[in-house]
């Protein structure tokens, strides 16, 4: 071990944890796109290794979560040379203005990417209402 590597072993052990870490794995923030339309808000969310069957959204008091969990492929009889890409999982929140309609949301995963679709409300029509005489 070199001199530098042992004062960066030192130093990062002399460091405190700033909390209690909830969680074993690494979590990443995905990188995303926000596209707006006249009728729809796209959010599109790079999610290597994310399929269906591994991401969870959740929508809680107008905040959007996003949680991807992705898991090592390791062929059998093989072992890693060189790591340069880290596993871990996603996670992202969205807050959502009221002008988003929650009940009409709908998210797809093709190939590690996440696509949100949210359809805007229509705008609120003023409603006639009728009078009769008693």
Known sequence: ??????????????????GERTRERRVYSPQVDIIERK?????VADMPGVDEKSVDI??????????????????ENQRLSVLEYGIGDYQ?????SDEVD??????????GVLKLV??????????????TAQ
């Open 39 to 43: 009728s729809e808000i796209v959010v």
């Open 102 to 111: 929650k009940e009409k949301i709908q998210a797809s995963v093709k190939n």
């Open 1 to 18: 071990m070199s001199e530098s590597t042992t004062n960066i072993q030192k130093k990062e052990a002399a460091i405190p944890e700033k």
């Open 118 to 131: 949210m359809p805007k409300k229509e705008e609120v029509k003023a409603k006639k209402i009728q009078v």
């Open 58 to 75: 959740t929508l809680e008091k107008n905040v959007l979560t996003i949680y991807g969990t992705v898991e090592a492929e390791m062929p």
């Open 92 to 96: 992202r929140s969205f807050a959502l």
